[in-house]
């Protein structure tokens, strides 16, 4: 590394006048020192030596310029404070500076102070300061995020006075006495870990500051600093508060954080912390990961950071006890159950070489658990024991019959979730079930899985938990009505343990996880009913869920198909939860009220279906029928007139009798009643109580360009479209309904509002309507894929299928209704999906004609999208 130059006054010129070419050359050597660094980063050197390095480096050009600006004998004093304090300098990090001082001296020499941090800033090193006296630290101390980057300084020029001056001031017998400061630290952490949803398993996941990362180790440090006095993980071992094993734990989970953040910062070229996708491909090369068969280099290096963080948390957990411990003392065990006992809320095993290597009596630990609701958590020795013995813990398939019962005891038990979310967490799961340790930490590239298979899988267990309280949820309107007719409800959480198992293997994953699963459940003795059950829940995980959204559910030939699949009430009741909990596991945003309904409608359907046989399907001119004589029964309830009802049953088309449930019939012909022949009708309603989600019904007659002029106006004031409903009506009418939900949270009036806009667009030119132009959003560029268009004969219906498969962005189904208009094409239908990244939509397509899209019209129709979906080469962005 090239030497950094000395700035003594003999090479450059001292004072000011000389300061320019200081900085010119402290920024080639900081540059060069940079690059150097880089480089053996690369080459795989130490992250422990790179960031001494660096501090060091940055050391030396701070000390040349407070020689250059602060005169000898000046009274001052600088430490280094905060990351920079401890020694831990990342490429990008803040560089903290404390300037100690009295009043008199900082005000004799507040030019020279205000000179030195100008130069340092100008030499590249954006140096953060406090200038204050011992008295001011002590007073600024009482902030203890202050306090926190004070107990880590370090001397860069002060005498052994002032330092022990600093120390002083910020002693524990004048500011934040230690189990203070120990509680206040705790519950920061605790309120930090809230922020991330209390889990680092996401998708752009917070290295420094999420669950897991270095901000937790930093914070233990901090603890035994002011607790102990000791500024390292060895000493705590000395101390008997970590054992070895921990010990160099955390060490090696460290140095995997740390590397990546120094890579991070790198590849940013900034004080980035968070492992966005932005960066996440280029830091994994850069890393040494390279893609295989099975997984991407990405996915790799994001399991490697999962995993060291769940590491980190396991061991913070127990270190977090035992520094409690350290000022409330040893509690007094209070018996729960044989062989366990509470201390301080904590489960302790009473036996002090507990577990014996015993997985028996791990499994009696978490049945005492699961009795014991009281419970904190683990005591942290009775945790460290388990963690001592976690390699030796056998496979399911390694044990007799008698512990494999044990643990089917545990899913059969009180609280089952939750066993099974601390067995996971504490490492259990993943040695019983190794299958379940290959997907730990294991993320997927895209935007429709936010979390870990391991984490998704734990929310699916919980939303399964929350059927079981028997509660109703108005995110799930009829869960809490199915749940009671599942004969073994412990089946469902076995299929919802093993369905997505088999990720990141190749080949089909639910293929390979009902393979998984037939032979646990087999191992765990479940008879051939119930195992075939579980078995065939993983295979067919998906068909609901995709049955649902990407085919037409109002058609008696879809719910026949679904329902043979299906077979029996009960696979539906099992299949249905399980579908809703794995959508509503997947991402926060992913459920909503109109997924809701649509797998409800699905459900009613298919249960109809076998009540009524599979092999006598209502024709469809009863299906009619029986749609219009429930429609006539609710409105005479709601007082129409006979001759009303009559009226309005016969304005409106009979598809819609096949394709809307009764309610909805009732709901557009009470709001037709007053409309005139030939009048327009915009209505808009919340599917559900207190949902975003919103239906919209237009009614008005028929014209070219109509659903692009729809579809347009719901963009642009803001709406995603998640299903369409295009129905013409007698006499030229039409009658479209959307399902739409708002990109911010409803607010009241927005029906209203929405209604409004749509009335005047409809109400003037509607050929003139364009899309409005957004930007690509940040995290829809990284995961561009080429469109895919095919075009389907759809011989019954007497138009043309459009299945358009591309990537999502804002704004995607208007540009797809300006290029249906602009080639004179009418819409009769749309299916509107998105999956992450992915939009899957199909339409019924005709020409003005109404008649099926020949060959010359499909390919000029191609043509056209392609160029609105294809990215723009100039700009990189999405037209």
């Given at each position: 590394?090239?030497?950094?130059?000395?700035?003594?006054?003999?090479?450059?010129?001292?004072?000011?006048?000389?300061?320019?070419?200081?900085?010119?050359?402290?920024?080639?050597?900081?540059?060069?020192?940079?690059?150097?660094?880089?480089?053996?980063?690369?080459?795989?050197?130490?992250?422990?030596?790179?960031?001494?390095?660096?501090?060091?480096?940055?050391?030396?050009?701070?000390?040349?310029?407070?020689?250059?600006?602060?005169?000898?004998?000046?009274?001052?004093?600088?430490?280094?404070?905060?990351?920079?304090?401890?020694?831990?300098?990342?490429?990008?990090?803040?560089?903290?500076?404390?300037?100690?001082?009295?009043?008199?001296?900082?005000?004799?020499?507040?030019?020279?102070?205000?000179?030195?941090?100008?130069?340092?800033?100008?030499?590249?090193?954006?140096?953060?300061?406090?200038?204050?006296?011992?008295?001011?630290?002590?007073?600024?101390?009482?902030?203890?995020?202050?306090?926190?980057?004070?107990?880590?300084?370090?001397?860069?020029?002060?005498?052994?006075?002032?330092?022990?001056?600093?120390?002083?001031?910020?002693?524990?017998?004048?500011?934040?006495?230690?189990?203070?400061?120990?509680?206040?630290?705790?519950?920061?952490?605790?309120?930090?870990?809230?922020?991330?949803?209390?889990?680092?398993?996401?998708?752009?996941?917070?290295?420094?500051?999420?669950?897991?990362?270095?901000?937790?180790?930093?914070?233990?440090?901090?603890?035994?600093?002011?607790?102990?006095?000791?500024?390292?993980?060895?000493?705590?071992?000395?101390?008997?508060?970590?054992?070895?094993?921990?010990?160099?734990?955390?060490?090696?989970?460290?140095?995997?954080?740390?590397?990546?953040?120094?890579?991070?910062?790198?590849?940013?070229?900034?004080?980035?912390?968070?492992?966005?996708?932005?960066?996440?491909?280029?830091?994994?090369?850069?890393?040494?990961?390279?893609?295989?068969?099975?997984?991407?280099?990405?996915?790799?290096?994001?399991?490697?950071?999962?995993?060291?963080?769940?590491?980190?948390?396991?061991?913070?957990?127990?270190?977090?006890?035992?520094?409690?411990?350290?000022?409330?003392?040893?509690?007094?065990?209070?018996?729960?159950?044989?062989?366990?006992?509470?201390?301080?809320?904590?489960?302790?095993?009473?036996?002090?070489?507990?577990?014996?290597?015993?997985?028996?009596?791990?499994?009696?630990?978490?049945?005492?658990?699961?009795?014991?609701?009281?419970?904190?958590?683990?005591?942290?020795?009775?945790?460290?024991?388990?963690?001592?013995?976690?390699?030796?813990?056998?496979?399911?398939?390694?044990?007799?019959?008698?512990?494999?019962?044990?643990?089917?005891?545990?899913?059969?038990?009180?609280?089952?979730?939750?066993?099974?979310?601390?067995?996971?967490?504490?490492?259990?799961?993943?040695?019983?079930?190794?299958?379940?340790?290959?997907?730990?930490?294991r993320m997927q590239f895209d935007l429709f899985h936010v979390y870990t298979v391991d984490q998704h899988t734990l929310m699916v267990l919980r939303n399964i938990g929350s059927f079981a309280t028997g509660r109703a949820d108005e995110r799930f309107s009829i869960a809490h009505e199915v749940w009671p007719r599942l004969r073994k409800p412990e089946l469902l959480l076995l299929a919802g343990l093993f369905h997505d198992i088999a990720k990141g293997r190749g080949g089909d994953h639910s293929e390979l996880g009902a393979v998984d699963a037939q032979a646990f459940c087999s191992a765990h003795g479940l008879g051939s009913s119930d195992t075939g059950l579980v078995t065939w829940l993983v295979e067919q995980h998906l068909r609901m869920s995709m049955t649902a959204q990407?085919?037409?559910?109002?058609?008696?030939?879809?719910?026949?198909?679904?329902?043979?699949?299906?077979?029996?009430?009960?696979?539906?009741?099992?299949?249905?939860?399980?579908?809703?909990?794995?959508?509503?596991?997947?991402?926060?945003?992913?459920?909503?009220?109109?997924?809701?309904?649509?797998?409800?409608?699905?459900?009613?359907?298919?249960?109809?279906?076998?009540?009524?046989?599979?092999?006598?399907?209502?024709?469809?001119?009863?299906?009619?029928?029986?749609?219009?004589?429930?429609?006539?029964?609710?409105?005479?309830?709601?007082?129409?007139?006979?001759?009303?009802?009559?009226?309005?049953?016969?304005?409106?088309?009979?598809?819609?009798?096949?394709?809307?449930?009764?309610?909805?019939?009732?709901?557009?012909?009470?709001?037709?009643?007053?409309?005139?022949?030939?009048?327009?009708?915009?209505?808009?309603?919340?599917?559900?109580?207190?949902?975003?989600?919103?239906?919209?019904?237009?009614?008005?007659?028929?014209?070219?360009?109509?659903?692009?002029?729809?579809?347009?106006?719901?963009?642009?004031?803001?709406?995603?479209?998640?299903?369409?409903?295009?129905?013409?009506?007698?006499?030229?009418?039409?009658?479209?309904?959307?399902?739409?939900?708002?990109?911010?949270?409803?607010?009241?009036?927005?029906?209203?509002?929405?209604?409004?806009?749509?009335?005047?667009?409809?109400?003037?030119?509607?050929?003139?309507?364009?899309?409005?132009?957004?930007?690509?959003?940040?995290?829809?560029?990284?995961?561009?894929?080429?469109?895919?268009?095919?075009?389907?004969?759809?011989?019954?219906?007497?138009?043309?299928?459009?299945?358009?498969?591309?990537?999502?962005?804002?704004?995607?189904?208007?540009?797809?209704?300006?290029?249906?208009?602009?080639?004179?094409?009418?819409?009769?239908?749309?299916?509107?999906?998105?999956?992450?990244?992915?939009?899957?939509?199909?339409?019924?397509?005709?020409?003005?004609?109404?008649?099926?899209?020949?060959?010359?019209?499909?390919?000029?129709?191609?043509?056209?999208?392609?160029?609105?979906?294809?990215?723009?080469?100039?700009?990189?962005?999405?037209?």
């Amino acid at each position: 590394m090239r030497p950094l130059p000395a700035g003594d006054g003999l090479e450059i010129p001292a004072g000011p006048a000389g300061d320019m070419y200081w900085i010119t050359d402290a920024k080639q050597a900081l540059a060069h020192a940079d690059a150097g660094l880089c480089r053996r980063f690369e080459r795989g050197a130490n992250i422990e030596r790179l960031l001494a390095l660096r501090t060091r480096a940055v050391d030396q050009l701070i000390g040349q310029a407070w020689r250059r600006c602060i005169p000898a004998g000046s009274g001052l004093a600088l430490f280094a404070v905060g990351g920079y304090g401890r020694g831990e300098l990342f490429p990008r990090s803040d560089i903290d500076l404390l300037v100690l001082g009295e009043t008199a001296a900082q005000q004799a020499h507040e030019a020279a102070l205000a000179r030195l941090f100008a130069v340092l800033w100008d030499a590249g090193l954006p140096a953060s300061h406090a200038v204050r006296s011992a008295a001011q630290c002590t007073q600024a101390a009482a902030e203890q995020t202050v306090l926190t980057a004070l107990i880590e300084s370090r001397p860069l020029y002060a005498t052994a006075a002032e330092q022990q001056l600093l120390a002083r001031a910020v002693s524990p017998t004048l500011v934040w006495p230690a189990r203070d400061f120990f509680l206040a630290k705790r519950e920061e952490l605790l309120a930090r870990h809230q922020r991330f949803g209390d889990t680092a398993d996401n998708l752009e996941p917070d290295i420094k500051e999420g669950p897991g990362g270095l901000r937790d180790l930093n914070t233990l440090g901090w603890m035994a600093l002011r607790t102990f006095g000791v500024s390292n993980i060895d000493a705590l071992v000395g101390l008997g508060h970590l054992g070895l094993d921990e010990a160099a734990a955390l060490k090696r989970e460290r140095q995997v954080l740390a590397r990546l953040r120094f890579g991070l910062h790198l590849v940013a070229q900034r004080a980035e912390e968070r492992l966005r996708f932005d960066y996440q491909k280029a830091l994994a090369e850069r890393m040494g990961y390279s893609d295989d068969t099975e997984n991407l280099a990405v996915e790799k290096m994001m399991q490697g950071f999962y995993r060291s963080a769940a590491v980190i948390r396991r061991i913070s957990d127990r270190l977090l006890q035992r520094f409690e411990e350290q000022f409330d003392g040893e509690a007094v065990p209070e018996p729960v159950g044989t062989g366990f006992s509470l201390r301080r809320g904590y489960l302790s095993a009473d036996d002090p070489l507990w577990p014996h290597a015993d997985i028996s009596h791990v499994f009696a630990l978490f049945a005492c658990w699961a009795r014991t609701p009281e419970v904190r958590g683990l005591h942290s020795l009775t945790a460290r024991g388990l963690a001592e013995m976690l390699d030796e813990i056998p496979a399911y398939t390694r044990v007799d019959g008698a512990v494999r019962e044990q643990f089917m005891a545990l899913l059969r038990g009180p609280r089952a979730v939750d066993t099974l979310a601390r067995m996971a967490r504490l490492g259990v799961l993943g040695q019983w079930i190794p299958a379940f340790a290959q997907v730990s930490g294991r993320m997927q590239f895209d935007l429709f899985h936010v979390y870990t298979v391991d984490q998704h899988t734990l929310m699916v267990l919980r939303n399964i938990g929350s059927f079981a309280t028997g509660r109703a949820d108005e995110r799930f309107s009829i869960a809490h009505e199915v749940w009671p007719r599942l004969r073994k409800p412990e089946l469902l959480l076995l299929a919802g343990l093993f369905h997505d198992i088999a990720k990141g293997r190749g080949g089909d994953h639910s293929e390979l996880g009902a393979v998984d699963a037939q032979a646990f459940c087999s191992a765990h003795g479940l008879g051939s009913s119930d195992t075939g059950l579980v078995t065939w829940l993983v295979e067919q995980h998906l068909r609901m869920s995709m049955t649902a959204q990407k085919q037409d559910i109002s058609d008696p030939e879809v719910i026949h198909r679904f329902a043979r699949l299906v077979g029996t009430r009960d696979r539906l009741d099992y299949l249905y939860l399980l579908t809703c909990a794995d959508i509503a596991g997947t991402s926060p945003k992913l459920w909503n009220a109109w997924k809701d309904r649509l797998l409800a409608d699905l459900y009613f359907a298919a249960r109809r279906a076998l009540r009524e046989g599979l092999e006598h399907p209502l024709p469809e001119a009863e299906r009619v029928q029986e749609a219009r004589d429930s429609v006539r029964a609710q409105m005479r309830g709601l007082g129409y007139a006979e001759d009303v009802i009559e009226r309005q049953l016969a304005a409106m088309p009979d598809e819609g009798f096949v394709r809307f449930r009764p309610e909805q019939l009732v709901w557009q012909a009470a709001s037709l009643v007053e409309i005139q022949k030939g009048g327009t009708l915009v209505k808009v309603r919340r599917i559900a109580p207190e949902s975003d989600a919103l239906e919209v019904f237009v009614h008005s007659p028929d014209r070219d360009g109509l659903f692009a002029a729809i579809v347009m106006t719901l963009d642009r004031s803001g709406y995603g479209i998640h299903r369409a409903r295009v129905l013409d009506g007698p006499e030229d009418a039409i009658f479209d309904t959307f399902e739409v939900t708002p990109a911010d949270s409803f607010a009241d009036g927005d029906a209203a509002r929405l209604e409004a806009q749509l009335r005047k667009a409809l109400a003037g030119d509607i050929q003139i309507l364009r899309p409005s132009r957004r930007v690509m959003p940040r995290r829809l560029r990284h995961f561009r894929f080429a469109p895919r268009i095919e075009f389907i004969d759809a011989r019954e219906q007497h138009c043309t299928l459009l299945n358009l498969v591309a990537p999502d962005r804002p704004g995607l189904l208007a540009d797809v209704a300006h290029v249906l208009r602009d080639q004179r094409l009418r819409v009769h239908d749309a299916r509107i999906a998105t999956f992450g990244e992915r939009a899957e939509d199909q339409f019924q397509l005709t020409d003005h004609h109404d008649q099926p899209l020949d060959d010359s019209s499909r390919q000029s129709l191609r043509t056209a999208l392609m160029a609105c979906l294809e990215p723009d080469r100039d700009s990189g962005d999405l037209r």
